[in-house]
C-alpha cells in the first residue's frame, strides 16, 4: 500500500542521527513530505557510521541512515552560510512543521528559534528534542543514545547483579520511546492545529521520554523509597526465569514459569519426577529460596536438548519458552515475520537492493510501502526550484559559492 494519509503536510527537517530521524520517518512512510535539511560541512552522523553495504563505506550507503530516513527529501544547504539560513526560513514558511534534536541555543544560533520562525509562520508547529529539554539546570548538556541510557537508570536496571552494569546492548533512547513520543505530539498539535489554527512549540526531553520507557522500576522506587534490586534475567516473584544454554554453540532458550503448574509440567518434561515431587518446590516462594538448585537442574537437562526441542516440547504445555534468536535468525529464518512480509526489499540507486524492516502494522491487512532513502543533496535542485521557484541560473550560483554543500 502507497500510504498518502498524511499528504499535504510538510515538514523542514533538521534533526539528525538516531530519535529525531525515526520520529520524523513515521510521517514521511505514512506520505508527508519531509525535507531533510543538510549539509557536508558536518554531515549526518548516522551516514558516516555505518553499517555499510558490502562492507563499502559511502555517504549513500549506510544502512543505518537508510532505515531512519525512508521516503524523505534531501536538500544539501551550508547552514554556515547566511544564505543558506535564509532559504530555510524560506522553506518554514510553506512547511507546516520544523523539527530538529539539537542542544538548547543551538536553533537560535542559527536564527531559527520558535519566536524567530513564528514571525515568518505563525501556525508553524515547532518541534525540539534536546536530551534534558529547553530548561533547567542540565539543559546545556548533550548526549547521545548510551548517555541517555546511563542517566535515566536503563544502564542500572539491565545489570546482572550489583557491580555488574552491562546496558541493554543498543541505544533503546534512539529506537523505542523517544522518536514515537515526538510523533504523537506532533500529531496531536496538528489536529489541534486544524481546529484552532493555532500552532505550538514542543519541547520533548529525551531524558523524560526515555523515563517513559524505564517503567515499572520508577514506580516501585516511588512506592517504597528503594531501588528494586539488580536481577538480570531474573524473577523476584516467578522460578524458574531466565536464560538457559541449549545443546550446540552459543544456543539459548528463554524460559519463564509463572505458575506452579507450569513447574510440574517442566519437571516431568525434564524427566525430573523427584522435582515433581519435592514439596519444598512446589510453590514459587519455594522455588525461589532454592534458585541456584533449580536452575542447575533446568540448565542440566537444557544443555543436551536442541533450542527448537525445547520450545516443540514446552510450549504444549503452556510453558512460555522462546528460543534465543540473533539478527540474521530474525532476517533468514524466522517463519512468522517472512508471513507477515515484514521485510520490505527497497532498490536504491547507488548499492542496490536494501533490506529494511517495515512499520510494525499493516492496515486492512496490507503493509505500507517503504519508499527508498535519498542519497546526498538529491533533491536539493527540485526543491528550491520547484517549491520555492529558483530559477536554475540562481541554484547554480549559489552552488558554485558552496552555498548547497
Given at each position: ?59 549513500n550507503r549506510s ?142 526531553s529525551q531524558v ?84 541456584q538448585r533449580v ?111
Open positions: 500500500m502507497q500510504a498518502d494519509f498524511l499528504k499535504g503536510i510538510r515538514f523542514t527537517d533538521l534533526t539528525w542521527a538516531g530519535a529525531g530521524p525515526f520520529g520524523t520517518k513515521v510521517f514521511s512512510d505514512f506520505g508527508a513530505e519531509v525535507l531533510k535539511v543538510e549539509s557536508m560541512t558536518r554531515p549526518d552522523s548516522v551516514r558516516t557510521a555505518g553499517p555499510f553495504k558490502d562492507g563499502v563505506s559511502g555517504i544502512g543505518y541512515f537508510a532505515s531512519r530516513n525512508t521516503g524523505k527529501k534531501s536538500v544539501a544547504l551550508n547552514l554556515k552560510t547566511e544564505e543558506a539560513r535564509r532559504i530555510v526560513l524560506d522553506l518554514v514558511a510553506g512547511s507546516d512543521v520544523v523539527s530538529n534534536n539539537f542542544g538548547p541555543g543551538a536553533m537560535d544560533r542559527l536564527g531559527f528559534s520558535y519566536e524567530a520562525l513564528r514571525e515568518i509562520k505563525p501556525d508553524i508547529i515547532y518541534l525540539s528534542m534536546p536530551m534534558y529539554g529547553q530548561d533547567g539546570p542540565r539543559a546545556a548538556l548533550l548526549g547521545v543514545g548510551m548517555t541517555i541510557s546511563a542517566v535515566t537508570s536503563l544502564m542500572w536496571q539491565t545489570a546482572y547483579g550489583p557491580g555488574d552494569l552491562v546496558g541493554p546492548g543498543t541505544h533503546y533512547p534512539d529506537h523505542a520511546a523517544n522518536p514515537y513520543h515526538a510523533a504523537f505530539a506532533v500529531l496531536a498539535a496538528l489536529a489541534h492545529r486544524r481546529k484552532t489554527g493555532r500552532g505550538m512549540k514542543i519541547d520533548l523524560e521520554s526515555t523515563a517513559n520507557f524505564v517503567g515499572p522500576a520508577l514506580v516501585e522506587a516511588s512506592a517504597t523509597g528503594e531501588n528494586p534490586p539488580q536481577t538480570g534475567n531474573r524473577s523476584r516473584r516467578h522460578a524458574p526465569h531466565g536464560i538457559f544454554r541449549a545443546r550446540g554453540g552459543d544456543t539459548w532458550v528463554a524460559l519463564a514459569v509463572t505458575s506452579d503448574t507450569q513447574w510440574l509440567a517442566l519437571a516431568q518434561a525434564m524427566g525430573r519426577a523427584d522435582l515433581a515431587a519435592d514439596a519444598s518446590l512446589a510453590d514459587a516462594a519455594g522455588r525461589l529460596a532454592a534458585l536452575e542447575q537442574a533446568v540448565e542440566a537437562w537444557t544443555r543436551t536438548q536442541d533450542a527448537q526441542d525445547i520450545v516443540a516440547l514446552l510450549r504444549p504445555q503452556g510453558i512460555p519458552v522462546a528460543s534465543v534468536a540473533n539478527s540474521r535468525e530474525l532476517i533468514e529464518t524466522d517463519p512468522q515475520l517472512a508471513h507477515r512480509r515484514y521485510w520490505q526489499h527497497i532498490e536504491h540507486p547507488e548499492v542496490g537492493p536494501v533490506l529494511l524492516g517495515s512499520l510494525p502494522f499493516t492496515v486492512d491487512g496490507e503493509r505500507i510501502d517503504l519508499r527508498r532513502p535519498p542519497l546526498f543533496g538529491e533533491h536539493t535542485r527540485q526543491v528550491l526550484g520547484g517549491l520555492l521557484g529558483l530559477s536554475s541560473e540562481r541554484i547554480e550560483a549559489l552552488n558554485e559559492r558552496g552555498i548547497l554543500s
